[in-house]
C-alpha cells in the first residue's frame, strides 16, 4: 500500500537524522498496517522488521533488533524466490550484532553464512564478499588469530571498495605493530590516509581522523617531531570544518 510505503519512507528519514524514537514509533504503524492488509506471515513485512531491526541497534537495544532481523530472515527465507543478496546483507547485519555483543563466534556464524549467500548468485559480489571478510579478519585480530587476520586481508583488499580498503589498511597497520613491524604499520598508515583523501576529499574530517590516528602510533613510538607536524594537518581541517571542536583540540595541544 502507499500509506505503508510513505509510513516507512518517513521513518528511515527520521532514523537518518537521529530521531529514533520518533522512527520506531513510524516503523511501528508501517508494521500494524502491514499485517492488517497482508497478514503476518507475507514478506511485505520484511522491509519493517529490517527497519525496527536498525533502529532498536541505533537505540542499544541489541536483543530487540535482534528478534527483528529473525523475523525479517524467516519471512526472507519462506519465499518461493529466495533474493540471496537479501539475504547475504541480513545476515551481515545480525553478525554485526552479535560483534557487538562480544560473542565472536556466533559473529563468525553469520558473517560465514552472509558469504554462502553472496556465492549462490551468479552475480559476483567481490566487494561485498570482501567487505564482509574484513569483519571476519577484525574478529580474528581482536581474537589474537593474526594469521587467519593476515591472511584474509592479503586475499581480500584488493577486491574490496575503498572505502573497506581504508579499514583492511588499518588494520593490517595494527597488526604490524603487534608484530614490531614498524616501518610498515607506518606505511599502511600512509595507505589509509592516500585513500581517505582520494576518497572524500583532502579537507573531509574523515582524513583528520585518519591523521589523529596516524599521530598517535607516531606519538606511541616516540616520533614526536613527525606526530607534531600530522597533528598540524589534523588541527587545519579540524578548525575549518568544525570550528567547535577545533577550539577543544586547540586547548588539548596547548
Not at 521513518?11 to 513510524?26: E, F, P, S, V, W
Not at 524467516?74 to 555483543?101: D, P
Not at 574530517?205 to 602510533?217: D, H, R, S, W
Request: avoid cysteine; aromatic fraction near 14%; glycine fraction near 4%.
Amino acid at each position: 500500500s502507499i500509506k505503508a510505503r510513505e509510513l516507512n519512507i518517513s521513518a528511515n528519514i527520521l532514523g537518518r537524522q537521529g530521531m529514533h524514537t520518533q522512527a520506531l514509533d513510524t516503523f511501528m504503524a508501517s508494521l500494524e498496517l502491514r499485517e492488517k492488509l497482508y497478514g503476518k506471515d507475507s514478506y511485505q513485512l520484511a522491509p519493517t522488521y529490517l527497519g525496527l531491526g536498525i533502529t532498536y541497534r541505533a537505540m542499544g537495544q541489541l536483543d530487540q533488533s535482534l528478534k527483528y532481523y529473525e523475523k525479517a530472515e524467516k519471512t526472507y527465507l519462506n519465499r518461493e524466490f529466495i533474493n540471496n543478496a537479501q539475504v547475504a546483507v541480513l545476515y551481515i547485519n545480525i553478525g554485526n550484532i552479535y560483534r557487538e555483543k562480544l560473542d565472536y563466534q556466533k559473529a563468525l556464524q553469520y558473517f560465514e553464512q552472509s558469504i554462502i549467500f553472496f556465492n549462490k548468485d551468479q552475480e559476483p559480489y567481490l566487494a561485498d564478499i570482501a567487505g564482509v571478510n574484513y569483519n571476519i579478519a577484525e574478529i580474528y585480530y581482536v581474537t589474537n588469530d593474526l594469521v587467519k587476520a593476515s591472511k584474509i586481508i592479503n586475499d581480500n583488499i584488493n577486491n574490496a571498495n575503498w572505502w573497506d580498503q581504508i579499514y583492511y589498511y588499518e588494520l593490517r597497520s595494527f597488526i604490524n605493530q603487534l608484530e614490531g613491524n614498524l616501518h610498515e604499520a607506518s606505511n599502511n598508515y600512509l595507505k589509509a590516509i592516500d585513500l581517505t583523501i582520494s576518497g572524500y576529499g583532502d579537507e573531509s574530517l574523515n582524513v583528520a581522523l585518519e591523521y589523529l590516528n596516524y599521530a598517535n602510533f607516531l606519538i606511541t613510538n616516540n616520533q614526536f617531531d613527525e606526530a607534531e607536524k600530522i597533528l598540524e594537518n589534523a588541527y587545519v581541517i579540524i578548525k575549518k570544518t568544525q570550528p567547535e571542536f577545533g577550539e577543544i583540540l586547540s586547548n588539548y595541544y596547548i
